[in-house]
Structures are given as structure tokens and as C-alpha cells.
């Protein structure tokens, strides 16, 4: 039977019902234009709580399919009432993931949820609690740039348009990178399990490092352009083109002076 505790363990956060208003009031702003002083502003609320309402669905995908895959300590610490203050990792889930797009426009990755994986058996499951986070930035990817490929922009907003390619941006790129089979990374703990026990251990030392080694990676020119080229591939697939992300990312810098959209 369901105790009160656990019900309570598992209630939406008043905190992300905050990030979801937020992104609905920015995202009516940037729709009927009523920031037209600041239209950008509009867009960076709209990009940035948007975001984090991502980072926040990814955590939870990982502790709700750590839950029902064996780890029951998973309501306990939080992670089910989808509040970001809850996470292990605050600073590498939110703030960093934030900073980063203010500064780049990548959706980096962000720490995953503690997991007890001692409660868990079972190597598919231990493969699908670290693949579900990405997952869900793949879903949202695709919610967000719906009305792209299923034909259906005729009459958005033209700044409405350009925060929401933006946006699909962040989302592609964080899924990509997330599946990266680097440890420290989503994409190593869907390899992991299936490792051997001494590759593991000789791993582990590196893990904290993993995110930092890809980002120095992407300072590469060759590997920057390798990488960008599949992030637009796959956009372009969704229907949006170079110029949406272009202008929208333009948008969301605000304070570099509102950019010069056709």
C-alpha cells in the first residue's frame, strides 16, 4: 500500500511547476511579441527554463527507470518529484548544462542521478536506466520541432520559430553527446554493464574526466565540424534549417543588441 511519504516522494516539485510557467509565459512572450522593446530576453527566458525542463524530464527518466528496474531508494532522495535542487550533481545537471549554452549553444550533458546499482539485476536494465536520459532528450527534441516536420510553421511567429530550432538544437546536440561511449558519459553506462569486470576497474579512475576530454575534443576544428555537420544533418532532417537555428541562437544573446532577422 501507498503511504503518505511515498506519495509525497513522488509529487511534482512546485519548483519545476516554477521552470514550467516560466517557459509558458516567456513562450507566449516571444509568440505575440509583447517584449517587443527586449525581444530577445523573451527568447533567452523562453530557451533557458525550456532547458532546464529538459535537464530535469532527463534525470527523472534515469530514477524512474532505476525504480522500477529494482532501486527503491530512488523516491527517498527525491528524484521522482522532478525538482533539480534534489539532484547529486546540481552544480554538473544545471548550472554547467545552463552556462554552457549561454556561452556556446550546446546542450552539454548534465551528472546523472545517484543510483544504487546493487539493487538492480540484470545487465539490459542497467543499459536502459543510463540510455533513458538521452531518450527523453531525443523525445523532446522531437516535441519541440514538430510543427517543423509535420509541415505546420504557416502562421507561427517568425522569433517563435527561430527559439524553438534553437532549442531542438540543444536538444540534439545533448542527446548526441550523451550517447557518447565515454565513461562519465550515458553512453559509456550503456556499454558498461556488458564490459568486463577488469576494463571496468581500469576505467574508473578516468570516469570524472570523460565530459571534460569530449569538450576538449570539440575545440578541435576537424572534430568540431565532423560533429556540427550530424547536428545539422539530423536537424535538417526535422524539417529546420541552418538560418532558424542561426537566428534563434542570435536571439537568445540578447545582450549582444538585437540581431537583424528577415
Known amino acids: 500500500m501507498t503511504t503518505s511519504a511515498q506519495r509525497a516522494d513522488r509529487r511534482v516539485s512546485p519548483v519545476f511547476l ?14 505575440t511579441g509583447r517584449l517587443a522593446a527586449s525581444p ?16 530535469c524530464l532527463h534525470e527523472y527518466a534515469h530514477a524512474r527507470t532505476a525504480l522500477h528496474s529494482g532501486d527503491i531508494s530512488i523516491g527517498a532522495k527525491g528524484y521522482l518529484t522532478l525538482n533539480p535542487l534534489k539532484y547529486t550533481h546540481a552544480l554538473l545537471s544545471i548550472v554547467l548544462p545552463v552556462i554552457f549554452v549561454i556561452m556556446g549553444g550546446i546542450g552539454l550533458p548534465g551528472g ?18 543510463s540510455a533513458a536520459g538521452p531518450l527523453t532528450n531525443i523525445l523532446f527534441a522531437a516535441v519541440v520541432s514538430a510543427p517543423f516536420w509535420l509541415g505546420a510553421m504557416d502562421g507561427v511567429p517568425q522569433q517563435f520559430r527561430f527559439a524553438l ?22 553512453g559509456y553506462g550503456v556499454i558498461e554493464p556488458w564490459l568486463s569486470y577488469k576494463i571496468r576497474r581500469q576505467v574508473e579512475p578516468i570516469a570524472p574526466f570523460g565530459l571534460i576530454a569530449v569538450f576538449g575534443l570539440l575545440w578541435i576544428p576537424g572534430v568540431n565540424a565532423v560533429f556540427f555537420d550530424a547536428v545539422d544533418a539530423i536537424l535538417r532532417a526535422l524539417g529546420i534549417t541552418n538560418w532558424d537555428t542561426y537566428f534563434g541562437q542570435q536571439l537568445f544573446r540578447f545582450w549582444q543588441g538585437e540581431p537583424m532577422v528577415p
Open 40 to 55: 530577445g530576453f523573451a527568447v533567452f527566458l523562453f530557451v533557458v527554463s525550456g532547458w532546464i525542463v529538459s535537464l
Open 18 to 31: 516554477a521552470l514550467v510557467a516560466v517557459m509558458a509565459v516567456s513562450g507566449w512572450a516571444v509568440w
Open 112 to 129: 546523472a542521478v545517484f543510483i544504487e546499482r546493487g539493487r538492480i539485476r540484470g545487465r539490459w536494465r542497467h543499459s536502459l536506466i
Open 165 to 186: 530550432a534553437f532549442l531542438a538544437l540543444l536538444q540534439v546536440t545533448a542527446a548526441i553527446l550523451n550517447f557518447v561511449p565515454v565513461p562519465g558519459l550515458d
